[in-house]
């Protein structure tokens, strides 16, 4: 059974820092390329950052750079999101995905809520 869970979402201040994670299972990690997004209410939902596979190159969303960190541990079948400098506009519910290199399955997790506020 395929399964994308994710955790570490919460509350937290303006300024501060939370890391999400994201554990994969019931399919093969490495073959996968790993994104997070997130929907904010009333809004699409946008992507925030990609990891690939092998190289483990990244891409991140304007409005995130040099803010947010994306990183996998395939030995875990873990992707990080690692988020500084939180922003009001940063609340959201983020979401895992995972992108099948080789076709189009894809996966989604079930979301985690993240609130920026003082």
């Known amino acids: 059974q395929v399964q994308l869970v994710e955790s570490g979402g919460g509350l937290v201040q303006p300024g501060g820092s939370l890391r999400l994670s994201c554990t994969a299972s019931g399919f093969t990690f490495s073959n996968y390329r790993m994104s997070w997004y997130r929907q904010a209410p009333g809004k699409e939902r946008e992507l925030v950052a990609t990891i690939t596979s092998v190289a483990g190159s990244t891409n991140y969303a304007d409005s995130v750079k040099g803010r947010f960190t994306i990183s996998r541990d395939t030995a875990k079948k873990t992707v990080y999101l690692q988020m500084n400098s939180l922003k009001p506009e940063d609340t959201a519910v983020y979401y895992c995905?995972?992108?099948?290199?080789?076709?189009?399955?894809?996966?989604w997790g079930q979301g985690t809520q993240v609130t920026v506020s003082s």
């Open positions: 995905k995972a992108d099948f290199l080789f076709g189009r399955a894809s996966y």
